[in-house]
């Protein structure tokens, strides 16, 4: 009696899974980065120092939306993400315009509630994220790229988890969705930490989705 409530139990929740799964909303975006870098230690900000400023790039991928309730849904995509940062520095000699350059593979995690207004569907979103580094190069003027060295050791540049938060909002009209977020990064990138030294990824973010076989 015990194995067949068991069962009954274990198809109870696949039937539900499967149902759930069965709701879910796929779609495509894609849209414009401005991302930026905090390079500090416990004593300074050398990314003020480098004056590093937004660096225009892109984004695009696959999303996958499921309900939970009318107004609730939990939402992640799998994009493809520039990050990184623009900066201008004395190199001795004068005034050097640089930048880094990274390419994210980027999971947004979030859960995503929804209000009506007047027909218009806003929306808000927050959540986790989880991005790994794939590629990258460092520019300066006057001198060759630099490939971008992923890794925990010494001679490596970034390591290449990062994590952090995702802030959203935007508007649904029918089967598109516009949208702005703001990635947060708490991961620290500095393969050394003496005296506190972090690398934090930030990147301002504008798309435009649609949701395939939504009217």
């Known amino acids: 009696m015990k194995n067949t409530v068991k069962y009954l139990i274990i ?3 696949l039937g539900l899974s499967v149902n759930t799964f069965a709701q879910a909303t796929f779609g495509v975006k894609a849209g414009l980065n ?3 870098m905090v390079w500090e230690d416990d004593d300074y900000t050398y990314s003020d120092e480098m ?3 937004m660096r225009p790039g892109f ?3 696959p999303t996958m ?4 309730s009318e107004s609730i849904s939990f939402e992640t995509a799998l994009l493809l993400s520039t990050m990184g940062a623009k900066a201008e520095f004395d ?3 004068g005034t050097t315009k640089g930048s880094v350059n990274l390419l994210y593979l980027n999971l947004p995690l979030t ?5 009506d207004v007047g027909g218009l569907k806003l929306f808000g979103a927050l959540g986790p994220y989880l991005g790994y580094g794939i590629s990258g190069t460092f520019k300066a003027d006057g001198e060759s790229d630099e490939d971008v060295k992923w890794g925990s050791g010494d001679d490596d540049d970034f390591k290449p988890f990062d994590a952090g938060a995702h802030f959203g909002a935007g508007l649904d009209i029918k ?4 949208g702005v977020a703001y990635d947060l990064g708490l991961a620290n990138l500095a393969v050394s930490t003496d005296n506190g030294y972090k690398e934090l990824n930030r990147c301002f973010a504008i798309s435009l989705g649609y949701k395939f076989g939504k009217k």
């Open 51 to 53: 004056n590093f400023t």
């Open 65 to 68: 939306e499921l309900p939970i």
């Open 59 to 61: 984004h695009f991928g």
């Open 111 to 115: 859960a995503k509630i929804k209000i």
């Open 175 to 178: 089967s598109f969705e516009i």
């Open 34 to 36: 401005l991302s930026n």
């Open 11 to 13: 198809v109870c929740l």
């Open 91 to 93: 190199n001795g000699e």
